[in-house]
């Protein structure tokens, strides 16, 4: 796992020694993604710097150095990520290679057989820049799921590309300029959704795509793969076999994707939480080495958010060499100044705390580790996929207009009105931020389509135009949602959609700025397109039966774990963000979000945000979720743009 990043200057107004000056900075921004060691590739003749940082884990020799020239001369590669079936290709390639390193592979393959060509046989997570110095065309590449990020963008007569965007403050002539619709993304979601990003003029490289930018300064883009195809002609071509035949296929397929990423010559383990997906990538990787697979949990004191206890149980069962860490508040709270740093554009999901702690823990010992990230978005784990659902299902057999007459009613009380309503109700039946759960419910009940209410589902904050300055609708997140269009059914839709916006958007940077922080590479099993296409051809029943999300997954994990330890309430990584923020946090929250810094910043309007935030101060409502993206956003801003770029 790497970091990148360079610049193509049409102008070729830089000496070289400038260029190597300016990429070198740029690359040293991504330090922490590659902290072996560092390169740079110049020639100022073309413009073209590429600068590149190393965490070797395959041939850690010399042979693997980037940026990497091709055998042939005429390529110069720098690449982000891994190429599980690189000892394959190399059996299909003509020329000789000089090391063992997947980069290389890579590199002769793109040379041998060309991108578009090259791009549909890898098995693999990937982000690279490609020169041709014959053509001097510039392109860059994505893996197919967005595993691996890759920024890019133009201003004048210069083209920007990195990992991630704080290389492109190294750069003297970048300018940033926050995209007020990519902000209201935030507030609505906790993330920015691609393939915009956080400045105007710089995008997020679509999963699955690649762009080409030639000596004319045109850029035209392709994409090579689409889940949104994947899972159409999915359903076009259903599995028709019995449930074992269809287990027993999945188990190989899991298994091969699974023995692809335990290739490394640097040590490994995984992430187990104790769930089904941390649990059956465990249980698969022990199953196949000889040794006990090193296992890595976090707990936190309050009892509602730890589940050490579950993951032990699951580690001894398999046999594994168990890691766990009992972290305070305060340790977590260690944590929070650095998000701003390890996050180069804001990002709100709480979660993001304690993956960098498991991480961290993680790279005291191992150097890669395999997590179960995308289970529920590819084998429909949500419960938006099953209560959702069958919510749908009910309120679309009502007429629209009658629905929506529903809805503006049941928002006419005010949330303190449904909440003193809760306190009538006798306490073991009073239900939880009933004012909260009206407000969504009444949302979900005005909505007109599937597209609007999986939106009103997922989103966090519904009057983001009201709290954002110039604030607006993004159209990256309904391009996503349209996009979907093409596959039926309420759960697949709902599936791809979730593909499309928040995996790539929220899970999949949340492990990655956490763990390439510490210089952890994490791979991600449950993700590989083949697992992913086989699943858009599954029955429904293979993933949903008899009121149970992720049958498959289950069946397959009984192989491994009994049932008993692992059947129980989903949880997943949290904190209790809203006692922090009310207690230990409350100085630093006040802080972020006190009238003088709001305006200072210039990002939200004041008034209510002050509001919300005195609400919950006095536990009036919890509103801590909608208060962290307002407050990763300050916090960014004052870390990023006060004052090296004077904000806009």
């Known amino acids: 796992m790497c970091g990148l990043a360079g610049v193509l200057d049409f102008a070729k107004s830089r000496s070289s020694d400038d260029l190597s000056r300016i990429v070198e900075a740029m690359g040293d921004a991504v330090r922490h993604r590659g902290p072996d060691e560092g390169g740079q590739w110049v020639d100022a003749e073309a413009g073209i710097a590429i600068a590149h940082r190393r965490l070797s884990i395959q041939d850690l020799s010399e042979a693997g150095r980037q940026p990497m020239v091709s055998s042939s001369g005429r390529y110069v590669l720098a690449y982000n990520g891994e190429i599980y079936n690189s000892r394959d290709l190399r059996k299909e390639l003509k020329g000789s290679f000089r090391g063992l390193s997947d980069t290389e592979t890579l590199l002769e393959a793109l040379s041998e057989w060309g991108v578009s060509k090259t791009l549909p046989r890898l098995v693999g997570m990937f982000a690279f820049a490609l020169w041709d110095r014959e053509q001097r065309t510039l392109t860059l590449a994505r893996d197919r799921m967005g595993i691996k990020p890759l920024y890019w963008g133009r201003q004048g007569e210069r083209v920007f590309f990195a990992s991630e965007l704080k290389s492109l403050f190294a750069h003297p002539n970048f300018q940033a300029s926050v995209d007020r619709a990519a902000l209201s993304d935030l507030v609505s979601f906790n993330y920015v959704s691609g393939p915009q990003s956080i400045f105007a003029d710089v995008s997020q490289l679509e999963p699955g795509c690649f762009v080409r930018i030639d000596a004319d300064t045109n850029a035209l883009m392709t994409r090579y793969w689409d889940v949104c195809e994947a899972y159409a002609h999915g359903q076009e071509n259903r599995l028709k076999r019995s449930d074992a035949e269809i287990l027993e296929q999945f188990d190989d397929l899991l298994k091969e994707a699974v023995r692809g990423r335990m290739v490394s010559d640097v040590s490994i383990g995984t992430f187990l939480s104790g769930g089904v997906d941390s649990s059956i990538i465990t249980a698969v990787m022990q199953g196949m080495s000889s040794s006990p697979v090193k296992t890595f949990t976090i707990g ?33 709270l260690d944590v929070i100044p650095k998000l701003s740093s390890m996050y180069c554009e804001p990002f709100a999901d709480s979660s993001q705390i304690p993956t960098h702690l498991v991480s961290e823990m993680a790279r005291r010992n191992v150097t890669v580790a395999l997590s179960g990230d995308g289970g529920d978005e590819v084998f429909a784990g949500y419960n938006r996929h099953l209560a959702g659902h069958e919510m749908w299902s009910r309120m679309s057999g009502v007429p629209v ?13 005010s949330h303190m009105f449904y909440d003193r309503l809760a306190t009538l109700l006798p306490e073991r039946r009073r239900p939880s931020q009933m004012g909260d759960k009206m407000m969504k419910f009444a949302g979900l009940m005005g909505s007109v389509t599937l597209d609007d209410f999986y ?25 996503n949602i349209s996009r979907a269009a093409v596959v039926s059914g309420p759960v697949e839709r709902m599936q791809v959609m979730d593909m499309l916006t928040y995996l790539s ?55 491994y774990v009994p049932r008993e330890l692992i059947e129980r309430p ?42 919300k935030w005195l609400r919950h101060l006095k536990g009036q ?28």
């Open 505 to 559: 958007g929220d899970i999949l940077t949340k492990v990655d700025r956490a763990s390439m922080a510490v210089g952890l590479e994490a791979r991600v099993p449950l993700l590989d397109h083949r697992i992913v296409e086989f699943s858009a051809s599954l029955p429904m029943n293979m993933k949903i039966r008899d009121g149970q999300t992720k049958w498959l997954l289950r069946r397959v994990l009984d192989n």
């Open 300 to 332: 936190f004191g309050e009892g509602e958010f730890n589940e050490a206890n579950h993951a032990r149980e699951i580690a001894k069962h398999l046999g594994t060499d168990h890691h766990e860490l009992q972290v305070s508040s305060s340790d977590a």
């Open 570 to 611: 989903k949880q997943g990584f949290a904190v209790p963000l809203g006692d922090w923020l009310r207690g230990p946090l409350r100085d630093w929250a006040e802080d972020l979000l006190s009238e003088k810094s709001l305006t200072d910043a210039g990002l939200f309007h004041a008034a209510p945000v002050r509001k």
């Open 621 to 648: 409502h919890h509103e801590h979720h909608d208060l962290w993206s307002i407050l990763m956003a300050q916090d960014w801003w004052r870390r990023w743009m006060s004052q090296s770029h004077g904000g806009e």
């Open 455 to 479: 939106a009103q589902v997922v989103r966090s904050w519904n009057n983001e135009k009201g709290i954002v300055i110039n604030g607006h609708e993004s159209l990256s997140w309904m391009d």
């Open 401 to 413: 207009p009658l629905r929506q007459c529903l809805a503006k009613l049941l928002k006419f009380p």
